[in-house]
């Protein structure tokens, strides 16, 4: 079977350059309200137009200020029992190794207080080195990896770590708009030691060209903000004659419940 | 206690493609739905235009049903006897999501028992919490700080309905007149 472009009647029509304007205007109409004394924003915006599928489904109404309760200063907890020690090496999953470029991605989840979130689920999903996902929705025409599934599982150390070996996920195209293409990157999913601190997000690789033309990663408004998912590349890492490494650290919100511990302890 | 503060890390939406990555035998069943004491908790993901949305993929994370928080590990390979208090439910081509769990007690005497949720789609570019109240303590509902806080039709729509067969019914809608309200706890800045 040979490599084809699919085409059909839900091709996108819109234009990168059309996608690009919004993406600009709205960048430089955050840049001007900061510098006239709004507040810095550091989370991705619900409303963002130029992700077309985030039109239908963002809320319109404000979050309601809410003080957790009892269950919400608690997380799920996770342990060796739910995971297999294997699950946090992606290349050896299969009955051979996958193709690609074979890279360590490793950090620290840290909480807003910038203590180490021990013991905790971290769950990863990625496309493989060509670009494609193991998932009968995604139809891009790129190879299915037999050696691949691009999911890993694992539970942070008791100072916050976690290490996954895997192979680069390639680029890929989706129907947002005419040629649009996601820069490469690993999903990540995070709990933290409150059911609060749950967030799921994705990693970047340092220098994508595709990071400016891309609604999903803009739709995070502030340049700072942006960059801290993107990962480092740290020679240190890097492992002689067998993997590429790249470091990055997750902060989640504060903790409020070990946060008032302390305070009793005062 | 450390004096820098550090900022949190953006999220990102949880994309279409996390089917064989988050979903997991057993995930959606805190307690298998054959136990005596199982109900289930059931609801549609609708768009801001009504539509059901087919890839919104849910959590939830609660007490025991006498108020108490497990924890157990587990969640991952159950055992089919450990309540482990969490669970996760990708919805169906329909929107549909569904629970086999127990109901949970109040976590302390008086107060209004309720469920907390996290919602995760693909077109939400950040996650989304919200609380599944239970039925019936209607002074302990009247009682609870978020719920005395909302007008009365956003208050009811936090409330699960029970059904004729004992289903927590609870339909979660992204946005529109009928949007669910969501929730931001302290620390959170989005």
Same mark, same amino acid.
């Given at each position: 079977?040979?490599?084809?472009?699919?085409?059909?009647?839900?091709?996108?029509?819109?234009?990168?350059?059309?996608?690009?304007?919004? &993406?600009?205007?709205?960048?430089?109409?955050?840049?001007?309200?900061?510098?006239?004394?709004?507040?810095?924003?550091?989370? %991705?915006?619900?409303?963002?137009?130029?992700?077309?599928?985030?039109?239908?489904?963002? %809320?319109?109404?404000?979050?309601?200020?809410?003080?957790?309760?009892?269950?919400?200063?608690?997380?799920?907890?996770?342990?060796?029992?739910?995971?297999? =020690?294997?699950?946090?090496?992606? =290349?050896?999953?299969?009955?051979?190794?996958?193709?690609?470029?074979? &890279?360590?991605?490793?950090?620290?989840?840290?909480?807003?207080?910038?203590?180490?979130?021990?013991?905790?689920?971290?769950? &990863?999903?990625?496309?493989?080195?060509?670009?494609?996902?193991?998932?009968?929705?995604?139809?891009?025409?790129?190879?299915?990896?037999?050696?691949?599934?691009?999911?890993?599982?694992?539970? =942070?150390?008791?100072?916050?770590?976690?290490?996954?070996?895997?192979?680069?996920?390639?680029?890929?195209?989706?129907?947002?708009?005419?040629?649009?293409?996601?820069?490469?990157?690993?999903?990540?999913?995070?709990?933290?030691?409150?059911?609060?601190?749950?967030?799921?997000?994705?990693?970047?690789?340092?220098?994508?060209?595709?990071?400016?033309?891309?609604? &999903?990663?803009?739709?995070?408004?502030?340049?700072?903000?942006?960059?801290?998912?993107?990962?480092?590349?740290?020679?240190?890492?890097?492992?002689?004659?067998?993997?590429?490494?790249?470091?990055?650290?997750?902060?989640?919100?504060?903790?409020?419940?070990?946060?008032?511990?302390?305070?009793?302890?005062? | 206690?450390?004096?820098?503060?550090?900022?949190?890390?953006?999220?990102? @939406?949880?994309?279409?493609?996390?089917?064989?990555?988050?979903?997991?035998?057993?995930?959606?069943?805190?307690?298998?739905?054959?136990?005596?004491?199982?109900?289930?908790?059931?609801?549609?993901?609708?768009?801001?235009?009504?539509?059901?949305?087919?890839?919104?993929?849910?959590?939830?994370?609660?007490?025991?049903? @006498?108020?108490?928080?497990?924890?157990?590990?587990?969640?991952?390979?159950?055992?089919?006897?450990?309540?482990?208090?969490?669970? +996760?439910?990708?919805? #169906?081509?329909?929107?549909?999501?569904?629970?086999?769990?127990?109901?949970?007690?109040?976590?302390?005497?008086?107060?209004?028992?309720?469920?907390?949720?996290?919602?995760?789609?693909?077109?939400?570019?950040? +996650?989304?919490?919200? +609380?599944?109240?239970?039925?019936? #303590?209607?002074?302990?509902?009247?009682?609870?700080?978020?719920?005395?806080?909302?007008?009365?039709? #956003?208050?009811?729509?936090?409330?699960? @309905?029970?059904?004729?067969?004992?289903?927590?019914?609870?339909?979660? +809608?992204?946005?529109?007149? #009928?949007?669910?309200?969501?929730?931001?706890?302290?620390?959170?800045?989005?």
């Amino acid at each position: 079977m040979s490599a084809q472009k699919l085409s059909g009647p839900d091709d996108a029509a819109e234009s990168q350059a059309t996608l690009s304007a919004e &993406i600009n205007a709205i960048g430089s109409e955050y840049r001007g309200a900061v510098a006239a004394g709004a507040p810095v924003e550091t989370q %991705p915006r619900l409303d963002y137009p130029p992700y077309r599928s985030s039109l239908l489904r963002h %809320p319109t109404k404000d979050l309601r200020h809410t003080d957790p309760e009892t269950i919400e200063l608690y997380s799920p907890a996770f342990g060796h029992r739910d995971i297999g =020690t294997l699950e946090s090496d992606l =290349t050896i999953q299969a009955g051979g190794e996958p193709i690609g470029e074979r &890279i360590r991605v490793t950090g620290r989840v840290l909480d807003g207080q910038g203590r180490p979130v021990a013991g905790q689920l971290v769950e &990863i999903w990625q496309a493989n080195s060509a670009g494609r996902y193991i998932h009968k929705r995604d139809q891009h025409p790129a190879p299915i990896d037999p050696n691949f599934t691009g999911v890993g599982r694992t539970l =942070t150390g008791p100072d916050g770590s976690y290490s996954f070996t895997t192979i680069k996920p390639g680029p890929y195209p989706w129907k947002n708009h005419h040629n649009a293409w996601r820069p490469a990157h690993i999903h990540f999913s995070l709990f933290g030691t409150e059911f609060t601190q749950r967030m799921v997000t994705q990693m970047y690789f340092p220098g994508d060209p595709l990071f400016a033309l891309d609604p &999903i990663f803009q739709s995070i408004t502030d340049d700072k903000a942006r960059e801290r998912l993107v990962a480092t590349y740290d020679h240190d890492i890097t492992e002689h004659e067998f993997l590429m490494g790249y470091s990055w650290d997750i902060v989640l919100t504060g903790a409020e419940r070990t946060w008032m511990e302390e305070d009793d302890d005062a | 206690m450390p004096e820098t503060e550090y900022t949190a890390t953006p999220g990102q @939406t949880v994309g279409p493609f996390y089917g064989y990555a988050l979903p997991y035998p057993g995930d959606s069943a805190l307690v298998p739905p054959a136990a005596a004491d199982a109900v289930q908790l059931a609801g549609v993901v609708y768009d801001g235009a009504g539509v059901p949305v087919p890839d919104a993929i849910l959590e939830i994370w609660q007490p025991d049903e @006498t108020g108490t928080v497990s924890r157990e590990t587990g969640s991952l390979r159950r055992d089919g006897f450990t309540f482990t208090g969490f669970g +996760r439910a990708a919805c #169906d081509p329909e929107g549909r999501f569904s629970f086999s769990t127990v109901v949970p007690g109040p976590t302390e005497e008086g107060k209004a028992a309720f469920i907390s949720v996290v919602v995760f789609a693909r077109g939400l570019l950040n +996650r989304l919490f919200t +609380r599944v109240y239970i039925p019936g #303590d209607a002074e302990a509902l009247a009682a609870d700080p978020l719920l005395s806080s909302l007008d009365p039709a #956003d208050r009811d729509r936090l409330i699960a @309905t029970r059904e004729a067969d004992g289903t927590l019914r609870f339909d979660i +809608r992204l946005q529109g007149e #009928d949007e669910t309200p969501f929730l931001r706890f302290p620390g959170h800045t989005d």
